[in-house]
């Protein structure tokens, strides 16, 4: 006799909201790009659109459903398509964007949403030869930036200066498919076209953990961080079978579970909450979200249920947990992108009680920082500040980002100055020898053009010597 398995999430059921709820008339990207193309936090719902003689994507306030006008404004400012968006843990109104025109921008939103065309961005970061594809913020240290872009390099960025602090080259020998921040931002993990997923401390550009062929099929793959440590990856079989993969960062030879899923296409997008260890896989153009439970018991990833919808998606949006309504039991909320909508989606457990659900909210991340930009580069780490969600999360003030340059004009200056030598300087004439010279000059042109032109007058006793 088989035993159904315990689980508080067996029952989790989702739902997609009335249309009027939903975001109509948004002509959505049709990049050919595996990124979710869509960004959520509690304030703002950004989406990546259709846009010409350029990229642009939309920042609508959360509360501003129904049909979107045409002329809605836009944040415009990237000459390229738009491949990906995220928005900062830190501050609800600051947004960063990778685009095909090899730049990352970011972006303050005014506090009530966009009311003109936004195309200046706070600060623009150049160092990319070649499209970027994948953006991600530090998830505990403040205007920390990371990166990646099909020239097969990741830059980690400090947005407060503007500056690019590590660039990690040679690492990866092809296009990185997928970059995730650990839950203290001390490593990432990445997805590599050369089918081999890394373990990398950014700070000291070494990869602590790999593993070849990782999933053997020649679509993409994807990898995230889990709460534990652990690594979680999706991919292809050999035969084009979709695969789920988990892995011990430590010991990196054997999986610790392999699923086999379908033989469809679309690239699993997985979404993670750490809070109850769910995670969520979102195939694009699928029409089905599948969720599974992460333990310690074998065969430790263990399958919960499936969504399922008529239409296919084109990307996905993932809110943070503090943007979720506790009153309704609801544990994650998407906004599933279709071809010219955006529609919500909530994951609720049905519970009796109206009673807050400890079990279902422990504290989660919030989005006060830990540590500094300068601190994390110097080597410091900073678990998550955590919120209890007992009352609601009520947002915060959040303050502007300021981007403060170092003067790179004066750097050079007095590099150059340190290169010219005490022979240089003396054998350059001095300024004022040299203005003195000029002069000289000047005043016998003078005298001579004058001579010329009262000649031709025939002013002849203007110069009784020349008679």
């Known amino acids: 006799m088989r035993v159904v398995r315990a689980s508080k999430f067996r029952h989790v059921f989702g739902q997609a909201l009335k249309n009027d709820q939903c975001y109509d ?16 936090n509690p304030k703002f719902v950004a989406i990546i659109i259709e846009a010409s003689g350029g990229g642009a994507f939309l920042v609508l306030p959360l509360n501003k459903s129904g049909r979107i006008d045409k002329a809605y404004p836009t944040v415009c400012g990237h000459t390229g398509p738009v491949l990906d968006i995220d928005w900062c843990p830190h501050n609800d109104q600051v947004i960063a964007s990778g685009s095909e025109d090899c730049t990352v921008m970011v972006w303050q939103i005014p506090e009530n949403g966009l009311v003109t065309g936004l195309s200046e961005p706070v600060v623009a970061l150049e160092g990319h030869s070649k499209r970027v594809g994948i953006i991600t913020w530090h998830p505990t240290a403040r205007n920390v930036l990371l990166s990646a872009g099909c020239d097969n390099l990741i830059i980690i960025w400090n947005v407060g200066t503007g500056e690019a602090m590590i660039q990690l080259e040679d690492m990866h020998p092809d296009v990185i498919f997928s970059a995730c921040w650990n839950r203290n931002g001390s490593l990432i993990c990445t ?102 439970e992460i333990t310690d018991e074998a065969p430790f990833v263990h399958y919960l249920s499936t969504f ?26 998407f906004y599933k992108l279709h071809e010219r909508k955006c529609e919500p989606i909530i994951m609720t457990v049905p519970r009796k009680s109206d009673l807050f659900q400890d079990d279902l909210y422990p504290d989660t991340a919030g989005p006060d920082c830990a540590i500094e930009a300068e601190d994390w580069f110097e080597g410091k780490n900073g678990e998550p500040i955590l ?38 300087k003396s054998a350059s004439p001095t300024p004022s020898r040299v203005r003195t010279s000029v002069l000289k000059v000047d005043t016998r042109l003078g005298q001579y053009i004058n001579i010329i032109v009262c000649i031709s007058l025939g002013m002849y006793s203007a110069f009784p010597g020349l008679v």
């Not at 008339?25 to 790009?33: A, F, G």
């Not at 399922?308 to 909320?333: F, H, S, W």
């Not at 502007?400 to 030598?421: A, F, H, M, P, W």
């Open 387 to 424: 919120i209890s969600l007992k009352n609601g999360y009520v947002p915060g003030k959040n303050r502007d980002l300021k981007v403060v340059k170092k003067n790179i004009l004066d750097n050079k200056l007095s590099k150059n100055t340190e290169k010219r030598g005490p022979a240089n």
């Open 308 to 333: 399922t919808t008529k239409e296919p998606q084109r990307g996905m949006g993932y809110m943070p947990k503090r943007g979720l309504d506790v009153n309704k039991c609801e544990i994650a909320r």
């Open 191 to 292: 997805a590599c076209k050369d089918k081999t997923i890394r373990v990398i401390d950014p700070r000291k550009e070494e990869i602590v953990g790999e593993k070849e062929k990782a999933h053997e099929g020649a679509r993409p793959m994807r990898a995230i961080f889990l709460s534990d440590g652990n690594v979680f990856t999706t991919g292809f079989s050999r035969m084009s079978e979709r695969q789920l993969a988990l892995w011990n960062p430590q010991a990196m030879d054997e999986a610790i579970s392999v699923h086999e899923m379908d033989t469809s296409n679309g690239v699993l997008l997985p979404f993670y909450d750490p809070d109850t260890n769910v995670v969520y896989l979102c195939g694009k153009g699928d029409s089905s979200i599948r969720y599974f």
């Open 25 to 40: 008339d948004i002509r959505v990207s049709r990049v050919t790009w595996d990124s979710s193309f869509c960004a959520v």
